[in-house]
């Protein structure tokens, strides 16, 4: 499966074998450095990381954004620990060998790179520098380094497919010690001779450092010099980090669930999986995923997971994230499908439920920090973005569904329009603007009217998926008129019956809730974000129910589908990386792994009180 470890500025995917797949770098999505390294023993042949016998387990360390790689055969325990700090952009592979037998073992260690540098590689050249001891490799645009606090033993610079090839000469168990080569595929390797006495662990650290390129070598080897001297500072300063960045969640910890460890660990896993995918500019990516390629900022993940993250006290992402968002704003108050994170527009459909939500995040974000200032800065945006939404609820205006396939009227979107224009006539009260926005509250009202009557199929008992053109179609999606936007209420016996509808039509082998039967993406699988959404809604129902003095016996079922649900998910919640699907056969991740939404609707379940967030 595989991890990710990362700052603000550089992320990389950690793969199943513990080798580098790939880095984003100088953001979170963007660019993309295609790694493909690799580790690799010789001693008579060549074992590298992925041959079958060795015993392979992966896991985060602790409190942590270290992810550990065990490789385990009858000789030696390699054990790998990938770290970026906060404080550096740099990869650090703490690299331990635990000698087995009871005699002296000695060997070869290869650590191979394939780096193609770039969304489009160029010619590259790839060098050994003696000097510093280690391996350059750069383009006209970035360049990156690859040392050792370890004497290097042997090196080799080459071509992928040639005869210099560093991967040919490690299966040959012998470095050439070529110290330069250009070209698009230029590879390299590095080893060290190892020996260990008897049950002893030997331990050093492989560096790996990007920057941008201006023709200076001595600025990366000079930044090589300073991370190897300080390692240990570099390290415990991060460690400090993130122990303070989670030490204080389990106080805002639903009540129930606060002295559950296993949820505790995968709550703090799940913020330090989301903190990785906000950049250093303020955009937030939906996942650090190629395949789906989901790294990209969507205005409707990055609310979820800036909500979240507001939720358990972590205010500053969401404070650069509306930062991004307000820069990037069209001039009618919209916002495009989705964007790079240096704000350049990729997809440029419109899903006007992206425009609510981000307007529902940012009240959320004013009612939890309460600060007045925030709707002065951006109410210029906020007016904007409220008067577009009047104009798509007062017209039911068309666009395309949150799951980007069809285009219509749909039950999500008007909830969502609702939430946003709501918020936004809620935030007007903050900067002495409800006159100017009165027309506003006209339009709730009458979006509170109209809805219901539109959208409720008398003869199915339930709400539709969409209308012009009208969609019968059971979708998860339609709980998001009640939760979270409340335009129709909880209780309402129409959303009860729509959500045991929901309930009913999915029968997976594995369990879990889908987006609608007939879904055919990546075969049509149960979602964490759908399961958690029936879940979310079944327990704010129970609650409901409960302040209104319904009797015990008619609310508990709702609470216990409620946590069979998020027992569910937290079932496939992978060390607290949730992903986008789960297989419906194999029950394994599929899709992006972690997909941030998945992880903010498992912490908005777990926070203590739904009410701040309920428009």
């Known amino acids: 499966m595989g991890g990710i470890v990362g700052n603000n500025c550089l992320l990389t995917k950690i793969g199943d074998y513990g080798e580098i797949e790939y880095m984003f770098y100088p953001h979170i999505g963007y660019e993309t450095h295609f790694f493909d390294s690799a580790l690799a023993i010789y001693d008579n042949k060549v074992k590298w990381h992925w041959d079958e016998d060795w015993n392979i387990t992966q896991k985060y360390i602790g409190e942590t954004n ?5 490789l385990e055969d009858e000789k030696i325990i390699l054990t790998v620990k990938d770290f970026v700090p906060v404080s550096h952009n740099v990869l650090i592979k703490r690299i331990y060998i635990k000698n087995k ?12 790179e394939n780096l193609r540098i770039g969304e489009n590689p160029e010619v590259n050249t790839v060098k050994y520098i003696e000097d ?9 645009k970035y360049i990156f380094c690859i040392g050792s606090d370890k004497k290097i033993d042997s090196f080799q610079c080459g071509n992928r497919y040639s005869k210099t090839s560093a991967y040919i000469d490690i ?17 390299s390797a590095i080893s060290w001779n190892i020996e260990i006495d ?21 600025i990366i080897t000079e930044q090589l010099r300073i991370i190897k001297n300080n390692s ?3 390290k415990n300063l991060s460690l400090n980090y993130w122990k303070n960045i989670i030490e204080k969640i389990n106080r805002v910890i639903h009540p129930e669930l606060r002295q559950n460890y296993k949820i505790y660990s995968i709550t703090k896993r799940a913020l330090m999986a989301l903190l990785m995918l906000c950049d250093k500019e303020g955009g937030i990516i939906a996942a650090p995923s190629l395949y789906p390629d989901y790294r990209y900022v969507w205005g409707r993940d990055g609310s979820y997971i800036s909500i979240a993250l507001d939720l358990f006290g972590i205010r500053g992402v969401s404070d650069r994230f509306f930062e991004f968002m307000s820069k990037i704003q069209n001039a009618d108050g919209s916002w495009l499908q989705n964007y790079y994170v240096n704000g350049k527009p990729r997809l440029t459909a419109i899903q006007n439920d992206q425009i609510g939500s981000l307007l529902w995040a940012m009240d959320v974000h004013y009612r939890l920090t309460g600060n007045r200032k925030f709707v002065e800065r951006y109410w210029e945006n906020i007016e904007k973005a409220g008067n577009y939404l009047n104009n798509v609820a007062l017209n039911f205006t068309p666009c395309f569904d949150l799951w980007e396939e069809k285009f219509g009227v749909f039950a999500y979107t008007i909830g969502a329009v609702y939430a946003g224009l709501k918020c936004a006539y809620s935030m007007s009260k903050a900067v002495n603007k409800r006159e100017d926005v009165k027309h506003w509250g006209k339009t709730l009202e009458y979006l509170k009217k109209e809805v219901p009557k539109r959208f409720y199929l008398e003869d199915e008992e339930r709400f539709a998926k969409s209308i012009n053109p009208l969609n019968k179609e059971i979708d998860t999606s339609i709980l998001g ?3 979270p936007f409340n335009l129709i209420a909880v209780d309402d016996e129409r959303m009860i019956k729509t959500a045991e509808s929901i309930e009913k039509a999915f029968n997976y082998k594995v369990g879990g809730i889908g987006r609608y039967p007939e879904d055919t993406y990546f075969g049509g699988n149960p979602w964490i974000i759908t399961t958690l959404w029936l879940s979310l809604y079944y327990r704010r129902l129970y609650n409901v129910l409960k302040s209104k003095g319904v009797d015990k016996d008619k609310r508990k079922p709702y609470i216990e589908k409620s946590k069979k649900l998020f027992d569910w998910a937290v079932k496939y919640s992978f060390d607290g990386l949730f992903p986008e699907q789960i297989h419906k056969e194999l029950g394994v991740p599929i899709s992006a792994i972690p997909l941030g939404w998945s992880n903010a609707m498992f912490l908005i379940y777990v926070y203590e009180n739904d009410n701040v967030f309920i428009p």
């Open 481 to 483: 008129l009640s939760y």
């Open 66 to 70: 270290i992810f550990k790689t065990i």
């Open 232 to 234: 240990e500072n570099i």
């Open 132 to 140: 510093e001891d280690c391996i350059v490799k750069c383009n006209g």
């Open 198 to 218: 008897k049950n002893r662990t030997l331990a050093f650290n492989i560096y790996i450092l990007p920057q941008k390129f201006d023709g200076d070598l001595s």
């Open 171 to 187: 299966e040959n168990g012998i470095l050439k010690e070529h110290r330069e080569s250009s070209g698009i595929l230029t590879d």
């Open 101 to 112: 037998l009871d005699e002296k073992i000695r060997f070869k260690l290869f650590f191979y």
